[in-house]
Structures are given as structure tokens and as C-alpha cells.
């Protein structure tokens, strides 16, 4: 049979993740992976939350073990109530306003069946987190692309943008902005308080929808908290989506929707067509976990540890990329990613198989473009490697981008 001819358009389009396929080298022996944005396992409280799944699974089973709702876990939400409360000053919240889903990718991916059609536009950032990439091609829409400076989205860029498609009687196809405010992925930059001011006012203005993407707000090493567009704006212009993964465990693959309840609504909708609901089981692990836990308390030392490796980055950084010519890196002040940018003519894919030679890994960032466009640059996360291997790690790419250059006469 010919399957090609069985598949649909969207079918025919579908590729393998970038990422997922570089991700493979990272399993030879030897080799030094800077690439996924993985947690280090050091960091899981498994022994709580053991504890908490034994007690669970003993004392709860009949809901535990049994399908749930698509909404998710009512006790969760709750303690998502709470959190919201404690931590971020929003209070006029209630369970109605969350969803939780599988991972926050499914969110992403919710998001795209929810707003986007084939003919819509969704305003995102260059270079552009390549999960929420996947899931809104899902829908064959058209992106716009606002570059990122070392305080987030170009402003100016996007206002112009705006007013050139207003221009053009286009804007209402635009459904959303989408925008990843705290410690980018892949870029490492912090949206400042007064580009968030400037987007919900072009948002309000033209009338769209904020899609905020906070997976990493939590984890601040340095320099002061600023209020999400969620807060700022209110769940009426802003839809926030969250997840577990990066402050609890990866595994337990809770995400979480946080917005209007109508909106909220729609995404339990698109949800049921999807996988009916999400693992009841986890959901109330982590509802326990946070019920028993002070959260903030509990990742203070996984902060330590992620900011103490970010120094002996930085650090290795200054050491070995300094006398480089034209390279930039960004220090980020949270989160689990630096981006470093070579000189004009490099092009970092091309240039990952000689790192693969000296088995030190990272992602090109022609993964985050979204045209797929060559690129100078990389990500790199320095979360999950030890202190030494992160000095070797870098030690290596010196190496690499010397031989590259020359070899391109670049250097």
C-alpha cells in the first residue's frame, strides 16, 4: 500500500523534532550535553513524594485509579488557587479558572486547536520555542515574527507589525501574541516590566489575545520578581499556561491552564476529543505535595544549584569564549538556558558535526527559527551537567568553533 496517499495534508507535513533528534548524541559515552533543557534529577523530591504516592494510592485509589474529569484534579486546583494567592498576589481566582493537562505541550497544542485556523495569524517571538512551534503548525496558520532583545520581545517591532496589518485590514486574523516572559526559551532573557506595560497596551488596543508561556518564573536566581501579563493585564486579555515540570518532576507530566472560564471551557472541550483526561494519579500527588510542602521553601535549593551552575558557565565562558571576536552570550538571572551567538557567517548547524567529533553537544539555533533559516547561534542549558563537565563542556567548544572558523575562514 501507498501510504502517502492515505495521509492527510497535516500527516504528510509532519517531522521529526529537531531536538529530539540531536538529543540522540548525548547518550555517547564520553560526550558532554549542553542541549535539553532536562531538570537534574538531584532536584526531584522523590522521597516525599513517594511518601505521598504510596498514602495515595492506599488511602485514595478509588479516585486515584479511576478516570477523572477533563478538568483535572479539583484538589489541585485548589492548591493552584492558593499558590496563585501566596506567591503571585492574584486573588480573585477560583478552581473554575485552571485545567490541567499532560505536560504543558498539550496546552500548546490545545491552544492551537482553540484559536488557530488555516488561515490565521499568531504573533510569536524569533527565536521561537520550538514546542510551541510543533504545536501550532499543527494548524497550517501563518507566523509573525517579533525579534528578541536582551529585555525581551522588540516592542517596536511588534507595534509596527500591528499597525501594518491594521493597515492592511488584516489584524483580526492575528489570535494571539505568544510570549515567554521569564528566562526565554531558548533566548535566557527576562521581558522587562515595561515591555509587558507596552504589549497588553497594543494587545487592548487591538484587540487580541496574550498567550503567556511561564514554565520557568519560579526558578530566579537574582534581581527583583516582576508581575506576569497575567496579573498585570487579567485573565480577560491574558491566558497563562504553567507546568510542574520544572519545579516538581518532569514525570508526574502535569501542566496547567489558568484564564477566563469560558476560555478555560474550550480548552476542556478540545481536551475530551484529545485524551478524555489526564493522570488523576499525579494530580493528586502534586496536590498533596504542595498541601504538605511550602513550595518556595522546597526549590530554594534547586535555585542554588541552577544559579551555581550557571556561574561556572558564565565563568568557563569568560575564560574561553573572551577572546573570541563578535561572540555575545546572555547571563540569565533565572531558568535553565543561555544562548550564545557566534560572529556573522557561522552557522551552528552546519557546525554541529565537528562538535560531534569532540562529543560536546548543544542545539543550533536554526531549531528555533521558524522558517527553519540558518542560524549563528545556540542554546545552551547548563542544569542537568556537573561543575567539571561544564568547564570541559566548554573547554570543547572553544575547540570546535576554532576549527569551524578556520575551516570557513571565519577566524
Same mark, same amino acid.
Given at each position: ?38 531538570? %537534574?534529577?538531584? @532536584? ?25 474529569? @477533563?478538568?483535572? !484534579? ?20 477560583? =478552581? ?35 514546542? &510551541? ?15 528578541? $532583545? ?45 515591555? /509587558? ?24 536566581? $537574582? ?36 484564564? !477566563?472560564?469560558?476560555?478555560? /471551557? ?17 494530580? /493528586?500527588?502534586?496536590? /498533596? ?33 573572551? %577572546? ?22 557561522? %552557522? ?5 558535526? +565537528? &562538535?560531534?567529533?569532540?562529543? =560536546? ?6 531549531? +528555533? ?43
Amino acid at each position: 500500500m501507498n501510504f502517502e496517499e492515505k495521509y492527510s495534508v497535516l500527516g504528510k507535513s509532519l517531522r521529526s523534532s529537531l531536538i529530539r533528534e540531536l538529543l540522540k548524541y548525548a547518550s555517547v559515552p564520553n560526550s558532554i550535553s549542553f542541549g535539553g533543557g532536562v531538570p %537534574d534529577p538531584e @532536584t526531584f523530591p522523590r522521597n516525599e513524594l513517594a511518601r505521598i504516592a504510596s498514602e495515595v494510592i492506599e488511602k485514595e485509589y478509588s479516585y486515584v485509579l479511576q478516570y477523572s474529569t @477533563t478538568e483535572g !484534579d479539583p484538589e489541585l486546583a485548589r492548591q493552584m488557587v492558593n499558590l496563585f494567592d501566596k506567591i503571585f498576589g492574584i486573588k480573585n481566582l477560583d =478552581v473554575d479558572n485552571f485545567m490541567f493537562t499532560t505536560g504543558s505541550q498539550q496546552a500548546l497544542e490545545l491552544a492551537g486547536k482553540i484559536f488557530l485556523d488555516k488561515d490565521s495569524i499568531a504573533i510569536v517571538e524569533n527565536p521561537f520555542y520550538l514546542g &510551541a512551534a510543533s504545536a501550532f503548525k499543527m494548524q497550517m496558520s501563518k507566523f509573525i515574527t517579533i525579534p528578541i $532583545e536582551d529585555d525581551g520581545m522588540n516592542v517596536d517591532i511588534l507595534e509596527r507589525k500591528l499597525k501594518d496589518l491594521d493597515n492592511k485590514g488584516l489584524v483580526k486574523k492575528v489570535k494571539f501574541i505568544y510570549v515567554i516572559p521569564n528566562f526565554h526559551n531558548p533566548a535566557g532573557v527576562t521581558l522587562s516590566l515595561e515591555k /509587558r506595560k507596552r504589549i497588553i497596551e497594543l494587545a487592548e488596543k487591538y484587540d487580541l489575545l496574550i498567550l503567556e508561556d511561564d514554565p520557568y518564573g519560579l526558578l530566579r536566581f $537574582e534581581g527583583e520578581h516582576i508581575p506576569s501579563l497575567f496579573k498585570l493585564a487579567g485573565m480577560e486579555r491574558v491566558v497563562l499556561l504553567n507546568t510542574f515540570s520544572k519545579i516538581l518532576a518532569p514525570g508526574l507530566r502535569i501542566g496547567a491552564v489558568a484564564g !477566563d472560564k469560558e476560555i478555560v /471551557r474550550k480548552f476542556v472541550l478540545a481536551k475530551q476529543g484529545t485524551d478524555l483526561c489526564s493522570s488523576a494519579l499525579t494530580q /493528586r500527588i502534586a496536590a /498533596r505535595y504542595l498541601e504538605r510542602y511550602d513550595l518556595i521553601q522546597q526549590i530554594t535549593p534547586t535555585i542554588k544549584l541552577y544559579k551555581s551552575k550557571k556561574d561556572t558557565m558564565m565563568k568557563a565562558f569568560d575564560e574561553y569564549f573572551s %577572546d573570541i571576536k563578535g561572540i555575545k552570550w546572555i547571563n540569565p538571572k533565572g531558568g535553565l538556558f543561555t544562548w550564545v551567538t557566534l560572529p556573522e557567517g557561522f %552557522d551552528t548547524m552546519e557546525m554541529f558535526e +565537528f &562538535a560531534k567529533e569532540k562529543l =560536546v553537544f548543544y542545539i543550533p539555533g536554526q531549531a +528555533f527559527t521558524p522558517d527553519d533559516s540558518p542560524s549563528p547561534s545556540m542554546r545552551m542549558s547548563y542544569c542537568l551537567p556537573p561543575h567539571e563537565k561544564i568547564i570541559e563542556g566548554v573547554k570543547r567548544l572553544k575547540e570546535v568553533i576554532i576549527t569551524y572558523g578556520k575551516s570557513k575562514g571565519l577566524i
